[in-house]
Every structure is written in structure tokens, then in C-alpha cells.
């Protein structure tokens, strides 16, 4: 080819007779918008696992990922484009905006809607709020729980959350300009080290036996409090059977509505937490820690980045030793295969079963995955002792619980109670019934776990004891229904949020959910149809999601014949 010739055939991509293009097909790519992405991203290593860190970067930094923005960070990363789409498409808090289509507006106000944010008033809100604000300034969404049941309803403009709000105080908040999380003070390094912080890992580290510590938490009886309440202490040698390099995940995407126990304790006590994976990450050498924590808490992350950083620089762990994931708005990366898959910058798609995580997790390497109240435990007991738990008695239960408590209760909250407490210890506790309203019916465990009636109120909220009632504690999240409440409203809005948060992957739980919702919505409940629904849901669902989802129907139907 002459290497002289000076007519405009740069770019041509076909040769030879025929129409040719000077580009290639596809969309191209935008040097504005790829020296954007490249300003957010920095130095920071393309690694593929940092995607959904990198959509972050820009959906914060222009309220929206457009075409030309994700078409730029393909290119950055190397990735096609369908693969980047796919990603962001999967969660929530991501607004994927397409060529031609019009950016959601500059503002977001989310609303909870989950069962405690409902009955306190969420919808009236919500309504009112769209009556009085234009929709192309502000956007309205409806959102599933963040995690702050115990200040009902709930809403969010940008990472600043509103307790106890109504339209008044949402509206003065936009006024306000308030848009950073608030604070909240919290037990620094310094003054956890002050009062013996870190010394039990520090003499662990030196001549400690891993099986000891590991025998201290089995006498302890401690199990996994993120819901599924394997025994904590059995988890340590299955992961250090494989060989490594091994990890170590923690899960703290507590999104099952009604549970906020993690954010009371991060927001308190982190130090007592990070010693708990500290000590379970030198049980199971692990060589990373990766901290998975949910997008709705925004302030719980400013803190743990502070916090790591004192130990980082105390020279408690060398620097980039934890990294800290945050989640994008997917009620199923609770789950510990599909959080992995979101580590790993993926769809929170769960994975089949065998291979267990313990052999092939992070990145294909055994992982230890533990959820934050777990790991809490696993410092105190190592440093007090397993008495902490197995001297407290009560119903025939040994052990505490932190319940978190909401609903029609004077004071919901956080409360920590001895492992076989009845729903009338429990309401006790936060300080009785609101006035005006009769105790009638109580959620013992999330949505997962259905609704019970006032009738069970003798029953011990722990581990085995509800299977018998054809439920569970799982995360113990405690809503407490009264006579003013409609049980089938609740089951239903139980439903409606599993229909919204189901992963799609397995078609029992996926047209499942979406068909219990509309046999729900009749007049009148077909219960047999519902009850073969259920059949196929629980035997053939990929996850717990949908094996646990028709619960709220079944125990409804159960108890609650009457409202059906």
C-alpha cells in the first residue's frame, strides 16, 4: 500500500470492492466521557472484581450511568459492554440511562416500604409527597427496607436519611440541602485498645492454637446470627481443610426488612467486630478480608474506612488487608454465594450447590463467610471467655439474642435478651404496646419467616424452636402486629417485596413470587392453589429466598383463616 497516498480512507474498517465503513459497528466511543471515567477511576488497578466499585464512582458522580459512560469504561476495562450493562442492570441503586432517554432527576427521595415503614404511615407519605412535588425535579421511589425499622417510616435524599419522617420534614430536608449521612459517635481505636482491644489477637497471633478458639465458640454454642444459624464453631476447620490461598467474606448486607441489629452495632462498637475477623482470619489464614457492606448504610461505611485506616496505621494489619465492597440494592447478596459473586463484581446471581463456599468461594478459593453479629460474638467470647453465652438461661434456651424489635411497640430498637425470649418478653422490653392498640400478631423473624398469632406468645424465639409452628428466628427481626392491623395487607406486602427482590435465576422462585402476589390481590384466597404453589416454590427454588418466600401465605392461612 502506498504509505504516500493522501485521500481520506483512515478508519476504513472493510477493503476491497464494495460500501465500507470508517468505523467499526457499534457505539462509539466518546473521548469526553472516557476522560471522565478515567478522572474517577484514578490509578486504581482495572481489576475486573472493582466493577460495581467503578459504577459507583459514576452513577455518584452524575446521578445516572449513560450509554457513553458505560461504553468508556468498557474500554477501560476491557469488558464488552453487554457484560458492564448486565451488571448495572442487576441493581437497584443503579440508573442506567440509554441513548435518547432523558436522565432521572438531579434529586431522589426513596421511601421505605417495607412492613414497619407501612404501618407508620409510608404510603400516605409517599402519596403526599408526589401530590406536592413536580416529577421532573424530584423522583419518588419506592424502596425496600433500609435497615432503620426502629425510627418508622423511613426516606433517603442522596446518603442523608430522615427517622420518623413525614412530608414536612422530607420537604425542609430538601430545602436544607442535607445530602451526607449523619455520624453517629462511635468507640474509636484508641479508646477500644484503651480498655483491652486487641490484645487477645495480639497474643493469639504470637502462640495461640486456632482449634482452642475454635472449641471455646463450640462450648460457647455460638451460631451464625446472619440467619441460617450454622454452628460458628465447625466453619473454621472446614475452611482450613482446603488448601489456600483461603479469604475471608464478611456479610453485611443485612437486608432482610425488620433487621438492623448489624448498623447498631457498627455504628457502636465497630473495634469489637473487626477483632471477631481479625481473630477468624488468622483461624483460617486467611490472606484477605473483604467486607461486604450494604449500600443503604452509608453511614456504617464512613465509620468502618475510618476505623480501618487506625488500623492500618497502628500497624494492626498491613494496608489493602481489608477491602470493603459496598453493595448496589440487592436484597439476595445476603445470601453468602450470590455476596460472593457481587465481591467478585458479577450479578448477586447464588451458585449451585455443591461446591460449598468453604471449598470454592472468593475467587474460587476456600472463603470463610460470617455476618457482623457473628463476628462480634467471636471476639467476646475469645476474650471472656464462652461463658458470655452458655451461663444465661431461660425457657430451656441457653444464650443472648439481639433482637430487633419494630412495629407497635413504644420503644422499637435493639434489644439484647436472653435466647429463649417469648414475644411477651420481647414487648416487654421495648416498653409495652402503643397506646390504643392490642397485641395480635408478630413477624419472629423477617418476612422469611411468615406471621404468628398473639396465641403463641409463650413460644421461645430461638434457634429450633419455631420449626414445630412452621417458622424460624432467622435474623430475629421482631415486628409487632396489633387488632388495628390486617394481617393479609402485611403477608401481602411480605410478598410483594420477595416478588421485587427475587434474582430471576430459577423460575419457581421468580413466576412464583410474582404469582403468589396476584392470587393474593383476590377477594377471596384460593388456599389450594396457594398450597401447591408453595409445594413447588419450597421443593424446587435455588435459594432460600424462594423456599422461604410463600411463608407469609401459609402461616396466614394457618392462623388467620378469618381474613382470607
Known amino acids: 500500500m502506498d504509505g504516500n497516498r493522501t485521500d481520506d480512507t483512515s478508519g476504513i474498517w472493510k477493503s476491497g470492492r464494495g460500501k465500507g465503513r470508517h468505523r467499526p459497528k457499534g457505539r462509539g466511543l466518546d473521548d469526553h466521557a472516557l476522560a471522565e471515567v478515567r478522572?474517577?477511576?484514578?490509578?486504581?488497578?482495572?481489576?475486573?472484581?472493582?466493577?460495581?466499585?467503578?459504577?459507583?464512582?459514576?452513577?455518584?458522580?452524575?446521578?445516572?450511568?449513560?450509554?457513553?459512560?458505560?461504553?468508556?469504561?468498557?474500554?477501560?476495562?476491557?469488558?464488552?459492554?453487554?457484560?458492564?450493562?448486565?451488571?448495572?442492570?442487576?441493581?437497584?441503586?443503579?440508573?442506567?440511562?440509554?441513548?435518547?432517554?432523558?436522565?432521572?432527576?438531579?434529586?431522589?427521595?426513596?421511601?421505605?416500604?417495607?412492613?414497619?415503614?407501612?404501618?407508620?404511615?409510608?404510603?400516605?407519605?409517599?402519596?403526599?409527597?408526589?401530590?406536592?412535588?413536580?416529577?421532573?425535579?424530584?423522583?419518588?421511589?419506592?424502596?425496600?427496607?433500609?435497615?432503620?425499622?426502629?425510627?418508622?417510616?423511613?426516606?433517603?435524599?442522596?446518603?442523608?436519611?430522615?427517622?420518623?419522617?413525614?412530608?414536612?420534614?422530607?420537604?425542609?430536608?430538601?430545602?436544607?440541602?442535607?445530602?451526607?449521612?449523619?455520624?453517629?459517635?462511635?468507640?474509636?481505636?484508641?479508646?477500644?485498645?484503651?480498655?483491652?482491644?486487641?490484645?487477645?489477637?495480639?497474643?493469639?497471633?504470637?502462640?495461640?492454637?486456632?482449634?482452642?478458639?475454635?472449641?471455646?465458640?463450640?462450648?460457647?454454642?455460638?451460631r451464625g446470627l446472619g440467619g441460617a444459624g450454622f454452628p460458628s464453631g465447625k466453619k473454621w476447620g472446614f475452611v482450613r481443610a482446603n488448601p489456600g490461598p483461603r479469604y475471608l467474606a464478611v456479610n453485611g448486607d443485612e437486608g432482610e426488612p425488620g433487621t438492623f441489629k448489624d448498623r447498631i452495632h457498627l455504628e457502636r462498637e465497630p473495634h469489637m467486630f473487626f477483632e471477631g475477623m481479625l481473630i477468624s482470619a488468622w483461624a483460617v489464614e486467611a490472606e484477605r478480608c473483604y467486607l461486604y457492606m450494604r449500600d443503604e448504610y452509608p453511614a456504617v461505611r464512613a465509620i468502618l474506612r475510618q476505623e480501618i485506616a487506625a488500623l492500618e496505621a497502628a500497624g494492626i494489619v498491613e494496608r489493602g488487608y481489608i477491602e470493603m465492597r459496598r453493595g448496589a440494592g440487592a436484597y439476595i447478596c445476603g445470601e453468602e454465594s450470590a455476596m460472593i459473586e457481587s465481591i467478585e463484581g458479577k450479578r448477586g446471581i447464588p451458585r449451585h450447590r455443591p461446591p460449598y463456599v468453604a471449598q470454592v468461594g472468593l475467587f474460587g478459593q476456600p472463603t470463610l463467610v460470617n455476618n457482623v453479629e457473628t463476628l462480634y460474638w467471636v471476639a467476646r467470647i475469645a476474650r471472656f471467655g464462652p461463658e458470655v453465652l452458655n451461663t444465661v438461661e431461660h425457657n430451656g434456651r441457653t444464650g443472648l439474642r439481639n433482637y430487633s424489635v419494630s412495629g407497635r411497640v413504644k420503644r422499637p430498637g435493639v434489644y439484647l435478651l436472653p435466647a429463649g425470649s417469648s414475644i411477651t418478653d420481647i414487648i416487654e422490653a421495648a416498653g409495652g404496646m402503643v397506646e390504643g392498640h392490642v397485641f395480635k400478631a408478630f413477624q419472629p423473624g423477617g418476612p422469611s419467616s411468615g406471621i404468628l398469632p398473639a396465641s403463641l406468645s409463650d413460644v421461645p424465639l430461638d434457634f429450633d424452636t419455631l420449626q414445630a409452628h412452621g417458622t424460624f428466628i432467622g435474623s430475629a427481626a421482631v415486628v409487632v402486629l396489633s387488632d388495628k392491623d390486617s394481617i393479609r395487607e402485611a403477608a401481602l406486602n411480605m410478598l410483594r417485596f420477595f416478588e421485587d427482590e427475587s434474582c430471576g435465576q430459577c423460575t419457581p422462585c421468580r413466576v412464583g413470587c410474582e404469582k403468589a402476589v396476584k392470587l393474593m390481590q383476590a377477594e377471596t384466597w384460593d388456599r389450594a392453589l396457594l398450597e401447591e404453589l408453595a409445594t413447588t416454590m419450597v421443593d424446587a427454588s435455588i435459594c432460600g429466598l424462594g423456599q422461604a418466600a410463600p411463608n407469609p401465605f401459609l402461616l396466614t392461612m394457618k392462623h388467620f383463616p378469618e381474613e382470607i
Request: overall charge negative; charged content about 25%; some cysteine.
Open 39 to 222: 478522572a474517577l477511576l484514578g490509578e486504581t488497578d482495572r481489576r475486573r472484581d472493582l466493577l460495581i466499585e467503578f459504577l459507583h464512582l459514576i452513577q455518584d458522580a452524575y446521578g445516572h450511568l449513560s450509554a457513553a459512560h458505560i461504553r468508556a469504561l468498557a474500554e477501560e476495562m476491557r469488558l464488552s459492554q453487554a457484560e458492564i450493562y448486565e451488571v448495572a442492570t442487576f441493581y437497584a441503586h443503579f440508573d442506567v440511562v440509554r441513548e435518547g432517554e432523558t436522565p432521572p432527576p438531579a434529586l431522589t427521595i426513596r421511601i421505605c416500604d417495607s412492613l414497619a415503614c407501612e404501618m407508620a404511615g409510608a404510603a400516605e407519605m409517599r402519596r403526599a409527597l408526589e401530590d406536592g412535588l413536580a416529577p421532573a425535579e424530584v423522583r419518588i421511589l419506592r424502596a425496600p427496607c433500609m435497615g432503620r425499622c426502629d425510627e418508622a417510616p423511613s426516606a433517603e435524599i442522596g446518603h442523608f436519611h430522615i427517622g420518623h419522617a413525614t412530608a414536612e420534614k422530607v420537604v425542609a430536608t430538601i430545602h436544607s440541602g442535607e445530602r451526607e449521612p449523619y455520624l453517629p459517635g462511635h468507640q474509636s481505636f484508641l479508646e477500644y485498645r484503651a480498655q483491652g482491644g486487641y490484645r487477645t489477637l495480639r497474643l493469639l497471633r504470637a502462640a495461640g492454637d486456632w482449634e482452642d478458639v475454635q472449641e471455646k465458640l463450640v462450648e460457647a454454642g455460638l
